[in-house]
């Protein structure tokens, strides 16, 4: 409350919830319940979803003299939000797009970005939203104030440190400020929006408060103002047990104090921002995280709490993109300020350390994966400077998996049935937090996911009479008002498909409408010239005969998929087929130019060692673009720890070889991953590629690769084709004399499949119920080999009591420990001979199974079922 009696509450929202008009007519609802209350809120607004992305691409485009396309694409995104609204960019909108438009041209022009000009850039987003936000609040009659959050914020770094954190990391005072409150209550009207992100230093500059610095900007805002409150809107219900669009069993966390949320954020929540719990401890004000698209749910409240004498883990967190750098001497042994004049350096360099380890000849940190933008260069200057002291390496992609809870070192004995499955991969680095609040492991990034899952498995339980602890994501998802997951074909025909698993289980059922419907989308991505199925996803002769009668060609990775392609489809022209093997011996080659396919090299070994063979071709290349995204490391498929494609510091070999043998090479390919719900991404791989191409003339078409993620999960988004089309399209504008093709797999058939298994025998462990099902993991290895997540369903308990819900753990047949299907599964009470569905395996499944312990795998049939079961 401040001086004057009037009480503050500061709401910030994020990208998600300030980006559609459905969520702003939540907030509109939200500020005057406020009102109503007798409180003054105060909104702060981050950029719209996807707008900082874009706002940094237009900075690296910039620097190659092409970002209008993608400025054009940032004031669509804003014109179509506010025509949504019913209103319009005002002057100073249009104002503020063309001053980054000057901004941008400097920055094209000198081919690089100062920091300075960055922060401009960067804080426009933040600046359009409230804009549009305030026009929208005061159209529908909340009588609002627009405020530059600039006027309230000012910076107190030094000056000695350097520009990259001064400008793109700074930090405000958060002291309590009787000037600000007395100006904001003296403005007539009684709500306010302002910008998260952004502030100001004492010279005028705009400065930033780091990435996901909205949630910092609120707290800064509402420690000054002595608010009531600080809410933070998000797009999920709080704060959970582990990142629940990963672990759908993790639980909701109710409250939390100030030191365990500080570490749960710390250690890679992406719900808050770390920094702005400081502030709001230190003010004493209550932090309130709360679900825009369900505000009737109450959230994780952060306050002072009493933490408990028992030992227990309340979350399982992963922070990725983290780098270590290792120091190893023989000289620190015994000597005085080794590490003064080591950590010196990283100081002077404006570079954070994390995690810290010793031993008589080494130590080795971990950097802060938050750095400001743009500071590589530093990283680099810090490595050399280093390297006068000791002989350093850096080490990473990493990422840091905690435990974080109370009495941490009280669970150290139940560690060890959850670190088994890491017996062979190296863990670079384990420390133990004086407060005793967590404990963590600095593992290869790849093996994030999959520690994450088993420790929360292992760790993560209930005391007695906890009220901390809420229910799953699993169990808020079913109840929710909206899903932004698509209804699955087979919810209308839960009878048929238990009629059809009495012919026998296990079985793979397809739905041919399904598969047909991915087929549609895909082609109507516009800016894609051809879309070639990756058959490997699941070569069902029908399914192959769906794609091509929809007009896609089919991708390979094998003379055998080539044939099985050619006489399923016998009258398929060689020209859809694109064969895409990776250290495939020379006779692969040969017979794949005998057919006439498409054909992709993978490496420089043919050119080097059978140029004979290639002579006159004309090939496509895969090319590393050095980075992968995806589920899993397994299907990332970019990046130096992947075996694919020929990496960037290879082009110059590649063109004198391709010139030497007399190769024309006509298309570059790159695949980073799967399971990609990010839609920018085949545009930044085809930006990739673009710059690839610069040395070869006779380029005529860029494969952007496949990985097209789908809802696997309960509350997950699908994926936004229409956003994909709309970033590919301002490439194809700027080069449209080269094809886009895409070679997507999963999307195509993954939700079009289910797996039909019968339960044959349950069993209770304590306080565990295991449910057996006559499907094991050679039917569908995903679980023990991605621990993929598939939604598990017991049609037969749906359909004899909806509310009937059990735990079970669900396995299958097969002798080994991982033969799981699904850990702690909220589930229709189950009996033996139930029939349980198992959602999204249509790829990856069946193609995948085996004879292993000398069962049969699942047999396929598809749908409508006519006919028996494919036993193939």
């Not at 005072?173 to 003296?186: F, G, I, N, V, Y």
């Not at 058959?535 to 399914?543: L, Q, R, T, V």
């Not at 079922?865 to 494919?870: L, V, Y």
Request: with cysteine.
């Amino acid at each position: 409350m401040s001086n004057s009696g009037q009480v503050w509450v500061v709401l910030k929202f994020g990208g998600t919830s300030v980006a559609s008009a459905e969520r702003w007519n939540t907030i509109s609802g939200l500020v005057a319940d406020r009102l109503a209350a007798g409180e003054r809120p105060l909104v702060v607004c981050s950029a719209l979803a996807g707008v900082s992305d874009l706002l940094e691409a237009s900075l690296r485009e910039a620097k190659r003299g092409e970002y209008k396309p993608v400025l054009a694409e940032i004031e669509a995104v804003h014109d179509t939000l506010a025509e949504s609204l019913g209103v319009s960019l005002d002057a100073s909108c249009r104002a503020l797009i063309n001053q980054l438009d000057r901004t941008l041209m400097g920055v094209s022009l000198l081919r690089e970005a100062t920091t300075k000009q960055r922060a401009r850039v960067m804080a426009t987003g933040e600046i359009l939203a409230s804009r549009i936000g305030h026009a929208f609040l005061e159209r529908r009659g909340v009588n609002t104030a627009w405020v530059d959050a600039r006027d309230y914020l000012q910076s107190v770094d030094p000056s000695t440190m350097p520009a990259q954190v001064r400008h793109l990391a700074a930090t405000c005072d958060a002291a309590r400020d009787a000037e600000m409150a007395s100006q904001l209550e003296a403005l007539a009207a009684r709500a306010i929006v302002t910008q998260g992100f952004i502030a100001r230093d004492a010279h005028g500059d705009t400065v930033l408060l780091g990435r996901g610095g909205s949630d910092t900007s609120a707290a800064y805002l509402a420690a000054k103002l002595g608010a009531r409150r600080c809410e933070i809107w998000t797009d999920v219900p709080g704060m959970f047990t582990a990142n629940p669009t990963q672990v759908p069993n993790a639980r909701l966390l109710r409250a939390l104090d100030y030191n365990e949320a500080q570490e749960i954020a710390s250690t890679g929540a992406r719900v808050l921002h770390p920094r702005c719990l400081g502030p709001l401890a230190r003010a004493r004000i209550p932090l309130h995280v709360r679900c825009t698209p369900r505000p009737d749910l109450d959230g994780t409240v952060v306050a002072t709490r009493e933490l408990g004498s028992t030992p227990q883990v309340k979350a399982i967190s992963a922070r990725r993109g983290v780098t270590l750098i290792s120091m190893d001497t023989i000289g620190m042994w015994h000597e005085v300020g080794f590490l003064a004049d080591v950590f010196g350096i990283f100081k002077r360099h404006g570079i954070s350390i994390d995690l810290l380890s010793t031993s008589e000849t080494n130590v080795t940190v971990s950097l802060d994966p938050e750095r400001p933008l743009g500071d590589d260069d530093a990283l680099a200057q810090l490595i050399a400077e280093l390297s006068a002291f000791c002989t350093v390496r850096e080490i990473g992609p990493c990422a840091a998996v905690s435990l974080v809870g109370n009495r941490i070192r009280g669970m150290m004995h139940r560690l060890g049935p959850a670190l088994e499955s890491f017996e062979e991969q190296e863990i670079h680095l384990v420390t133990q937090a004086a407060s005793d609040l967590n404990l963590t492991f600095v593992v290869d990034e790849d093996q994030a996911d999959r520690l994450v899952t088993r420790l929360h498995n292992e760790l993560v339980t209930a005391l007695p009479n906890d009220t901390t602890m809420g229910p799953t994501w699993e169990a808020l998802s079913r109840g929710r008002v909206e899903t932004p997951s698509v209804t699955r074909w087979w919810h209308g025909k839960v009878d048929e498909l238990i009629a059809l698993a009495q012919r026998g289980t296990p079985t793979y059922v397809y739905d041919a409408a399904s598969v047909r419907a991915a087929c549609r989308q895909l082609r109507g991505i516009a800016p894609v010239s051809r879309v070639f199925y990756a058959i490997k996803a699941n070569p069902h002769p029908d399914i192959l005969r769906i794609a091509a009668e929809e007009g896609l060609g089919l991708e390979c990775v094998s003379p055998g998929e080539i044939e099985h392609c050619l006489a399923v489809v016998p009258d398929l022209a060689p020209d859809r087929i694109l064969f895409t093997p990776n250290f495939a011996p020379r006779s692969e080659y040969e017979v794949a130019f005998r057919h006439g396919v498409h054909v992709t090299l993978d490496n420089l070994h043919p050119l080097e060692h059978w140029p004979d063979l290639f002579c006159g071709r004309e090939v496509m290349v895969r090319i590393d673009p050095g980075q992968g995204r995806g589920h899993h490391q397994h299907v990332r498929t970019a990046g130096t720890g992947s075996k694919f494609g020929v990496s960037f510091d290879q082009l110059d070999a590649l063109a004198s070889l391709a010139t030497a043998a007399g190769v024309k090479i006509v298309g570059l390919h790159a695949h980073t991953g799967s399971g990609i719900r990010t839609p920018d991404n085949w545009r930044d791989t085809a930006l990739t590629l673009l710059d690839a191409a610069a040395r070869f003339p006779d380029v005529r078409a860029l494969d952007v690769g496949g990985g097209l993620g789908v809802p696997e999960k309960a509350g997950q988004a699908s994926l936004d084709l229409k956003a994909v089309a709309a970033s590919l399209a301002g490439v194809q504008q700027a080069h449209p004399e080269i094809e886009l093709w895409l070679e997507p797999g999963r999307f195509v058939v993954a939700t079009a499949g289910v797996l039909l298994t019968r339960v044959t025998q349950l069993k209770h462990k304590g306080e565990l119920l295991y449910v057996g099902v006559d499907a094991g993991m050679n039917s569908l290895l995903r679980p023990a080999l991605y621990g993929a997540w598939h939604d598990i369903v017991n049609i037969s308990g749906l359909a004899r009591d909806p509310s009937d819900i059990a735990l079970a753990t669900v396995v299958g047949p097969i002798c080994e420990s991982g033969d799981t299907l699904g850990r702690r599964r909220q589930l229709h009470r189950a009996r033996e001979g139930d029939v349980v569905l198992i959602d999204v395996v249509g790829a990856y499944g069946r193609a995948m199974a085996s004879q292993y312990n000398l069962r049969a795998p699942a047999s396929e049939v598809m749908w409508p079922a006519t006919d028996d079961p494919r036993p193939s």
